[in-house]
């Protein structure tokens, strides 16, 4: 599978064209709380991230963050992951990601 059928079959659509950048976006939402990013450049690398609304996942759950105000707050990686067009570098990208978030554990010292 190339990388293009790599990001159709993970959801992923283009989301914008930056030409002046060199880039094009494509972005899926595999839940309501969680969207992923690739960015995908011209010298055949791209650009994996993600976000995840943690403010109405919390409230969704009965809980809030911070004094409860309806705020856009997300939560992100330290660090994003950059490779090569490539489906097997995208799956493992996804699956850090993946793994990363299943880590969190709030009872946990």
């Keep these: 599978m ?4 790599a990001l159709s079959r993970y959801g992923f659509i283009p989301a914008q064209e ?10 899926a939402r595999p839940t309501g709380f969680l969207t992923y990013s690739v960015h995908v450049y ?3 690398t791209a650009l994996f991230t ?5 403010t109405d996942y919390l409230q969704e759950h009965g809980m809030q963050l911070g004094s409860g105000e309806a705020l ?3 939560l992100y990686p330290v ?3 950059r490779g ?7 799956t493992h990208a996804i699956e850090k990601a993946e793994t ?4 969190v554990d709030l009872t946990a010292a």
Excluded: C, H, K, M
């Excluded at 930056?18 to 972005?27: C, H, I, K, L, Q």
């Excluded at 090569?84 to 995208?90: E, I, T, Y």
């Design 84 to 90: 090569p067009q490539d489906a097997d570098w995208l």
């Design 50 to 54: 993600w976000e995840f609304a943690i």
């Design 18 to 27: 930056r030409p002046s950048r060199g880039s094009e976006t494509y972005v």
């Design 79 to 81: 660090e994003d992951d």
């Design 42 to 44: 011209e010298d055949g």
């Design 100 to 103: 990363q978030l299943r880590s």
């Design 2 to 5: 190339d990388f293009q059928e």
């Design 72 to 74: 856009n707050v997300y």
